[in-house]
């Protein structure tokens, strides 16, 4: 077993672990602040680890026909006992390792080699069922539970899963297949879901083929993830890429996702039930972010946001072949609200529809949810953007008996695909816009050059200011 330490650890601690488990050897590394071998990796994360042991170290074997499931939840359960004394990183080495799904610990980083592959299991008894998240009420494919995420948490504090752009396979084609086929009693896993968790980063790793959402962050704070690529066919089912669902403090940037639905998917629980858990979805940043989704949004906020959905800004997209930029969906029954959204920066190439905004996306959990819940949409703002070969420019469709209010367009050029068509479809909403071609809608009142752009906040996010260390895998590990 190899085991590196920090050599500020003391003696009596060496004495006493080498007793507890019965090692009769320990191989101690030097921390960041001693001397480093030459040969050893380095990767940028928000913490380091003082131990490090490989899967293999666990009985682990990268065939891709191994089960590795009791491998990895060993080595993770053995290394939760260092939390206090500078944290555990599990290494995965190349191969190929099967594995049903397994929870992390605290303190901990899952590093990837680039030539490491976790593949999901085709065995459904691999995925064992949990109940609803209680923002939801039920699975939202079936009433009732779900099936277990592919790599889960709860509960944790700092937890990282990164790598050399390794890659995580879920194998969904087996999970798309059963859906389609009306085959499945209970709601498909995503392919990495932390939950009631604070401080995590999810970075440089390739996720390809999930079962139904690809990284799923909620009910937790403190959250990042940056330098994923996310890839699935285009025609996969809920197959979104990223979705924080009511969580505080969200940094998601430099990230590549083809997907078969959104490729950022904002949300805050459905209906009664989110209404009565009551997390919004706060402080979101969206940066530096390139998406393919031909039958879905770049950026959806919904249509589950009965908690709420409150200041999430989005600069600097590239959007291709997707059926629009920025979608907002609700309707009756979903309460909560969409507050102080700002989008800019945005270039778009073949869109359906740039912004798309509806009142009436009408699925329910069940049959008790409340007709007067109704939802708040306002103070909406983009600007900055270009867009070519655009079927409609806007379909903003409020809530008669709430209109979309506060919305502002301004510096946008859409280059329309057929000119004939109409560009703008709008009703119940209410809001300004200013150079903006094709001309907006009458409910999106021409204001002159005087009335300045539409705002983006200038302030930072607290989750702007975390910081990256430059941390070292040993040696026998690089």
């Given at each position: 077993?190899?085991?590196?330490?920090?050599?500020?650890?003391?003696?009596?601690?060496?004495?006493?672990?080498?007793?507890?488990?019965?090692?009769?050897?320990?191989?101690?590394?030097?921390?960041?602040?001693?001397?480093?071998?030459?040969?050893?990796?380095s990767y940028s994360s928000t913490n380091c680890r003082a131990y490090t042991t490989s899967l293999t170290d666990f009985g682990g074997i990268g065939d891709g026909?191994?089960?590795?499931?009791?491998?990895?939840?060993?080595?993770?359960?053995?290394?939760?006992?260092?939390?206090?004394?500078?944290?555990?990183?599990?290494?995965?080495?190349?191969?190929?390792?099967?594995?049903?799904?397994?929870?992390?610990?605290?303190?901990?980083?899952?590093?990837?080699?680039?030539?490491?592959?976790?593949?999901?299991?085709?065995?459904?008894?691999?995925?064992?069922?949990?109940?609803?998240?209680?923002?939801?009420?039920?699975?939202?494919?079936?009433?009732?539970?779900?099936?277990?995420?592919?790599?889960?948490?709860?509960?944790?504090?700092?937890?990282?899963?990164?790598?050399?752009?390794?890659?995580?396979?879920?194998?969904?084609?087996?999970?798309?297949?059963?859906?389609r086929n009306k085959e499945l009693n209970y709601t498909r896993g995503y392919l990495i879901e932390i939950m009631f968790s604070d401080q995590i980063l999810i970075?440089?790793?390739?996720?390809?083929?999930?079962?139904?959402?690809?990284?799923?962050?909620?009910?937790?704070?403190?959250?990042?993830?940056?330098?994923?690529?996310?890839?699935?066919?285009?025609?996969?089912?809920?197959?979104?890429?990223?979705?924080?669902?009511?969580?505080?403090?969200?940094?998601?940037?430099?990230?590549?996702?083809?997907?078969?639905?959104?490729?950022?998917?904002?949300?805050?629980?459905?209906?009664?039930?989110?209404?009565?858990?009551?997390?919004?979805?706060?402080?979101?940043?969206?940066?530096?972010?390139?998406?393919?989704?031909?039958?879905?949004?770049?950026?959806?906020?919904?249509?589950?946001?009965?908690?709420?959905?409150?200041?999430?800004?989005?600069?600097?997209?590239?959007?291709?072949?997707?059926?629009?930029?920025?979608?907002?969906?609700?309707?009756?029954?979903?309460?909560?609200?969409?507050?102080?959204?700002?989008?800019?920066?945005?270039?778009?190439?073949?869109?359906?529809?740039?912004?798309?905004?509806?009142?009436?996306?009408?699925?329910?959990?069940?049959?008790?949810?409340?007709?007067?819940?109704?939802?708040?949409?306002?103070?909406?703002?983009?600007?900055?953007?270009?867009?070519?070969?655009?079927?409609?420019?806007?379909?903003?469709?409020?809530?008669?008996?709430?209109?979309?209010?506060?919305?502002?367009?301004?510096?946008?050029?859409?280059?329309?695909?057929?000119?004939?068509?109409?560009?703008?479809?709008?009703?119940?909403?209410?809001?300004?816009?200013?150079?903006?071609?094709?001309?907006?809608?009458?409910?999106?009142?021409?204001?002159?050059?005087?009335?300045?752009?539409?705002?983006?906040?200038?302030?930072?996010?607290?989750?702007?200011?975390?910081?990256?260390?430059?941390?070292?895998?040993?040696?026998?590990?690089?």
């Amino acid at each position: 077993m190899e085991l590196h330490r920090n050599l500020k650890s003391s003696k009596i601690l060496q004495i006493s672990l080498i007793l507890v488990l019965g090692f009769s050897s320990l191989r101690i590394s030097e921390c960041r602040k001693h001397r480093i071998l030459e040969s050893s990796k380095s990767y940028s994360s928000t913490n380091c680890r003082a131990y490090t042991t490989s899967l293999t170290d666990f009985g682990g074997i990268g065939d891709g026909v191994t089960s590795n499931t009791k491998a990895f939840q060993r080595a993770i359960d053995y290394l939760s006992q260092f939390g206090s004394y500078g944290g555990g990183l599990l290494y995965v080495p190349p191969g190929k390792w099967l594995t049903g799904s397994f929870n992390l610990t605290s303190y901990f980083t899952l590093y990837l080699h680039k030539d490491a592959v976790i593949m999901g299991s085709q065995d459904m008894n691999d995925w064992p069922l949990i109940d609803p998240l209680p923002s939801y009420g039920r699975g939202r494919d079936e009433p009732g539970g779900r099936y277990s995420s592919l790599i889960m948490g709860s509960n944790l504090t700092d937890v990282v899963i990164t790598g050399d752009n390794g890659t995580i396979d879920g194998q969904g084609a087996m999970w798309w297949q059963k859906f389609r086929n009306k085959e499945l009693n209970y709601t498909r896993g995503y392919l990495i879901e932390i939950m009631f968790s604070d401080q995590i980063l999810i970075s440089n790793l390739t996720l390809v083929n999930s079962p139904n959402w690809n990284v799923h962050p909620v009910y937790s704070s403190n959250v990042i993830v940056k330098g994923i690529t996310i890839l699935a066919p285009v025609k996969s089912p809920n197959t979104d890429g990223i979705n924080p669902d009511s969580c505080t403090n969200v940094r998601i940037e430099d990230c590549y996702i083809v997907s078969g639905d959104d490729c950022i998917a904002i949300k805050s629980g459905w209906d009664e039930y989110g209404i009565a858990f009551g997390m919004p979805t706060r402080h979101v940043i969206i940066r530096r972010l390139t998406c393919i989704s031909p039958s879905s949004a770049v950026i959806a906020l919904g249509s589950e946001m009965s908690g709420g959905i409150q200041d999430v800004r989005a600069e600097d997209i590239t959007a291709i072949n997707s059926e629009s930029g920025v979608r907002i969906k609700t309707s009756i029954g979903r309460g909560g609200f969409v507050k102080d959204i700002y989008a800019k920066g945005f270039k778009m190439y073949t869109m359906k529809y740039v912004f798309w905004m509806t009142g009436n996306y009408g699925d329910h959990p069940d049959a008790n949810w409340d007709p007067k819940a109704i939802p708040v949409i306002d103070r909406i703002s983009y600007s900055d953007m270009t867009a070519e070969n655009v079927t409609m420019a806007g379909r903003l469709l409020g809530i008669q008996t709430a209109p979309f209010t506060g919305i502002c367009i301004s510096n946008v050029a859409i280059q329309m695909a057929n000119a004939t068509k109409l560009a703008w479809n709008c009703s119940d909403i209410q809001g300004v816009s200013s150079f903006v071609s094709p001309q907006p809608c009458d409910s999106l009142l021409d204001q002159d050059s005087e009335s300045g752009p539409c705002p983006y906040p200038t302030d930072r996010l607290s989750i702007d200011d975390v910081e990256f260390k430059e941390c070292f895998l040993p040696s026998t590990h690089a």
